[in-house]
């Protein structure tokens, strides 16, 4: 214990030293957190922080450049129960260390100093095998080890997600229906009718804004945001803190930076994955709820709104062993379904190592190593792609790919596995576009990209109140070798099941640009974009509209919905 004390004199000493001589802090700055530490106890470096020399994210920064090792927010990071094992639960509390991922025989251990060699040494001498360190927090390394080892005898409070249980239909109707609010609202009765009214309105986002006036509610749909209603400010904290509370974030720490965390909301006996994200405003934490429907991760591409098509190109892409495969589209279109239907499918390949980067972790897909990117805690996408290679992927997720940097990483790193990237772009020329004016050369491009894939969501039609509907000729060009006056359209004329809308569930709409030999010749050659698209089209690909238009005359979605939803460039922006 002594010897243990003496080695911890002697870190917090060294830690000091460094970030002198980094000129990251001064001798007073030291003496003071020195001092501090003296009187209250505690790390020096937590002790610089509090007496503000020091932020937390720069220290992370400093340590992780330091030591030339990658930070890692453990917040939803899933450790098997297999490789938690390697590591006796006793020391990993004492040491602050978890032991992350498994791979040959090199295990990657998050720790908050690795500089600590006397750590390491011990790890590999107890574990038998080569150890790989990462920075993480301390209040992450702290609050992952009580979900990861939870105390004996007692629920962890920091453990598992919290759940909110919106009601019987009932209970929910005389929520929601209540217009407007009762007085006596509660904050728990706010965030439920949040949740129900987003559900009615088929809306997967709900934004919580605050301002002078309160909470303004704001519903995403289809890609539209459409404003809701405001929270009172005497009932706003106590939502704020619920939510937080529920999501199990650390509402004392976010004044710093924005955080996520994750919860569950239950309507009519089905839990469905939430992740919320906080970010600190001069007015108060802004709420961002996403609500994934794990319905639809499962779902084969077809389901999504694939056709025969593009389904087995997509499933030809996701067999090879390197190159890139970009998906894109507008926030709120469904990108990040797709990205786990994917995922999902991959998994069932046990002989592949599946990896990915996101922001945030939406929901968890058992098999595959997910890590959350956490910009305040200095792990972006770039570094964090960076250490992640070390890990052999054969195939890498990202859940966000935007700028050069990246993405000229992202080309690198595909030379070695497949590297599956989202990006926000409306269409695959403005993403051929943009590959071009990132440094990563035409001949690369050529060599490594496997397809661009497009995608929109459309409201599918209520399958019980759906009409034939005069074709809008002035609307649709034709398709392809048909007429308008040829094609049939359907609409939705609203009825009980669909509350009326005409609308029920939603549909994706899709473009995929192959790379077949004549289009990876022209990119080759650095053709212009609008060229090499109108080759693609030539070989067969079908554009977005005329996927959407396909699915209109099949009486699966409305053309005007298709229409608004692919319209070209330039006519909405
Ligand atoms: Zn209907």
């Not at 067999?319 to 990040?336: A, D, I």
């Not at 997720?397 to 992202?410: K, N, P």
């Not at 609308?503 to 709409?509: E, N, P, T």
Request: charged fraction near 25%; hydrophobic fraction near 35%; proline fraction near 5%.
């Amino acid at each position: 214990m002594t010897g243990k004390r003496v080695a911890a004199e002697e870190e917090k000493k060294r830690i000091g030293d460094l970030l002198l001589e980094a000129g990251v802090v001064t001798q007073e700055q030291l003496d003071e957190a020195l001092e501090e530490k003296n009187v209250r106890g505690g790390r020096l470096c937590f002790n610089l922080i509090r007496t503000g020399a020091l932020k937390a994210d720069d220290l992370l920064t400093f340590l992780s450049e330091q030591f030339g090792v990658a930070a890692v927010n453990l917040d939803h990071f899933q450790v098997p129960r297999e490789v938690l094992e390697r590591v006796p639960e006793e020391y990993a509390r004492s040491e602050k260390v978890i032991p992350l991922h498994l791979l040959d025989n090199t295990l990657t251990v998050a720790m908050v100093d690795p500089g600590r060699g006397e750590v390491i040494e011990e790890l590999e001498r107890v574990t038998g095998l080569g150890i790989d360190p990462l920075i993480a927090p301390e209040a992450s390394l702290v609050s992952a080890l009580g979900k990861y080892y939870p105390a004996p005898g007692g629920a962890d409070p920091a453990a598992g997600e919290g759940v909110l249980v919106l009601g019987e239909e009932k209970e929910e109707k005389h929520i929601y229906l209540a217009t407007p609010p009762s007085e006596g609202y509660s904050s728990e009765d706010w965030l439920k009718r949040f949740f129900l009214q987003s559900i009615r309105r088929r809306s997967r986002e709900i934004h919580l804004e605050p301002s002078e006036l309160g909470l303004c509610a704001r519903f995403r749909s289809g890609g539209k945001m459409v404003k809701g209603e405001t929270v009172p400010g005497e009932v706003r904290k106590g939502l704020v803190n619920l939510a937080l509370t529920l999501a199990r974030i650390d509402g004392r720490s976010s004044a710093v930076s924005p955080m996520e965390g994750r919860m569950k909301v239950v309507v009519r006996k089905r839990g469905l994955p939430v992740t919320l994200s906080s970010f600190p405003t001069i007015h108060g934490e802004r709420l961002v709820f996403k609500i994934m429907d794990e319905g639809l991760v499962g779902r084969g591409f077809q389901e999504l709104g694939m056709s025969k098509a593009v389904a087995d190109e997509t499933r030809r892409i996701l067999g090879m062993t390197s190159g890139v495969f970009l998906m894109n589209s507008p926030p709120g279109h469904g990108k990040r379904t797709t990205f786990y239907s994917i995922l999902d499918q991959l998994r069932s390949e046990a002989s592949r190592n599946i990896m990915t980067l996101e922001h945030p972790v939406q929901y968890p897909v058992p098999g595959i190593s997910q890590t959350q990117v956490s910009f305040g805690q200095g792990v972006d996408f770039y570094h964090g792609l960076k250490s992640l290679m070390r890990q052999s992927p054969d195939v890498v997720g990202l859940s966000d790919i935007s700028d050069c940097r990246t993405l000229e990483l992202v080309f690198t790193a595909a030379r070695e596995c497949l590297v599956i990237g989202l990006c926000g772009f409306r269409d695959s020329r403005e993403a051929l576009e943009w590959l071009g004016s990132c440094r990563v050369n035409p001949k690369t491009q050529s060599d490594l990209l496997r397809g661009i894939l497009v995608q929109r969501v459309v409201p599918r039609i209520c399958s019980r109140c759906r009409e034939k509907q005069d074709t809008p000729a002035d609307l649709v060009e034709g398709i392809r070798d048909k007429n308008p006056e040829d094609l049939t359209f359907y609409t939705g004329v609203g009825c009980k099941a669909c509350g009326q809308t005409g609308r029920a569930g939603w549909l994706g709409l899709y473009e995929l640009l192959p790379m077949n030999f004549a289009v990876r010749d022209l990119i080759g050659r650095k053709t212009e974009t609008q060229i090499v698209y109108d080759e693609a089209l030539r070989q067969g690909m079908w554009s977005l509209q005329e996927d959407g238009i396909m699915k209109a005359t099949q009486g699966l979605v409305d053309v005007r919905d298709v229409l608004e939803s692919t319209r070209e460039r330039g006519l909405d922006d």
